[in-house]
């Protein structure tokens, strides 16, 4: 149980065009829905913290205009990144936290690697 | 300020060896606290995790980790490292009160096992 899927698991584009990147929660309902960026060899940067249904939070310092998240659903949410440019080139990880969970625990997705040409 | 610190960026050990990865926290109160792994280009896996209760808590793959109040600390173990172990290691933590239930994330350990 608690398995949270991301697609795709790599995505290539060219700079200027928009990549969407989808997670789901396959067997709950995630009332919060988390998104992380990785560079090589560093830990974990939240991006984001996104409820079904409303606006998602962003972390200081990034772009909401340029890295939009849509939580849809209790086992949807999506990221856009627009007008990508190589800088945003990254390992993007999503987090589900379950709905009514005690303990605040997230399950990860396995990561979309998005290289911007 | 908040934080939380994996003192080793890197580990090397042989494989059979003991291995003790350390993380400690900075924070007010008692955290929940996790361990993951993560493999090149891979998403994370819950090692173990600690909420209350026995401070020595089992994982997976033959993993635990022991929680110290007194030194602020959750550090993993494992008896006899395999060579299958070497891996990215993520300590976390979210606060007990968070609405948010925002983790907070370790540096990273980079483990190598060698034969």
């Known amino acids: 149980g608690a398995v949270v899927s991301q697609h795709p698991s790599r995505v290539i584009c060219k700079s200027g065009t928009s990549v969407k990147i989808e997670c789901r929660s396959l067997?709950?309902?995630?009332?919060?829905m988390f998104w992380y960026r990785q560079f090589p060899k560093q830990s974990l940067m939240l991006m984001a913290t996104s409820n079904e249904g409303s606006k998602a939070t962003y972390e200081q310092g990034v772009e909401k205009d340029k890295f939009l998240i849509n939580h849809a659903s209790l086992t949807l949410s999506t990221l856009t990144v627009t007008s990508a440019h190589p800088e945003d080139s990254s390992f993007y990880i999503c987090?589900?936290?379950?709905?009514?969970?005690?303990?605040?625990?997230?399950?990860f997705g396995p990561g979309t690697r998005l290289t911007v040409l | 300020a908040q934080s939380v610190t994996q003192p080793d960026i890197h580990i090397t050990v042989s494989e059979g060896a003991s291995l003790e990865l350390r993380c400690n926290y900075s924070?007010?109160?008692?955290?929940?606290l996790f361990w993951y792994v993560q493999s090149p280009g891979q998403g994370l896996q819950l090692l173990l995790k600690y909420f209350s209760g026995d401070t020595l808590v089992q994982g997976i793959k033959g993993f635990e980790a022991e929680f110290k109040r007194s030194q602020s600390s959750f550090n993993l173990r494992k008896p006899s490292v395999h060579w299958s172990d070497a891996a990215e290691y993520f300590c976390a933590v979210v606060l007990i009160t968070s609405n948010t239930g925002k983790l907070i994330f370790g540096q990273g350990t980079t483990l190598q096992v060698k034969p």
């Open positions: 924070y007010g109160a008692t955290p929940y």
């Open positions: 987090s589900a936290r379950m709905a009514g969970a005690l303990y605040n625990e997230q399950f």
């Open positions: 067997d709950f309902q995630a009332t919060t």
